[in-house]
């Protein structure tokens, strides 16, 4: 992969299945778990994709990190996830 982890090589984007540029999310939002080796889990979904899952998660309290993981399984198939 190349070294930016913002952007990646053109691929298929796991939620919406378009294909482009994919972009690095980390499943673990880096305003609440730092960034570095602890946490490098990330989704590499097109910018689109990448949008709507900030805007759902964008002022919301910190959960546990299952929590995000689980919020994310659920945005991924197609499922509106309640966050507060």
Known sequence: MPRNPRRQAKG???KC??????????VHPVRFFGNGKKNDSRLY?????HLDIEE??????PMEKI???KLH???????EPTVV
Request: proline residues 3%.
């Open 12 to 14: 298929f984007c796991p």
């Open 17 to 26: 299945m378009k294909q482009g540029f994919l972009f690095g999310h980390h």
């Open 45 to 49: 979904i097109c910018e689109a994709c």
């Open 56 to 61: 759902l998660l964008v002022g919301k309290k």
């Open 67 to 69: 929590e995000y993981t």
């Open 73 to 79: 399984a659920m945005w991924l198939r197609g499922f």
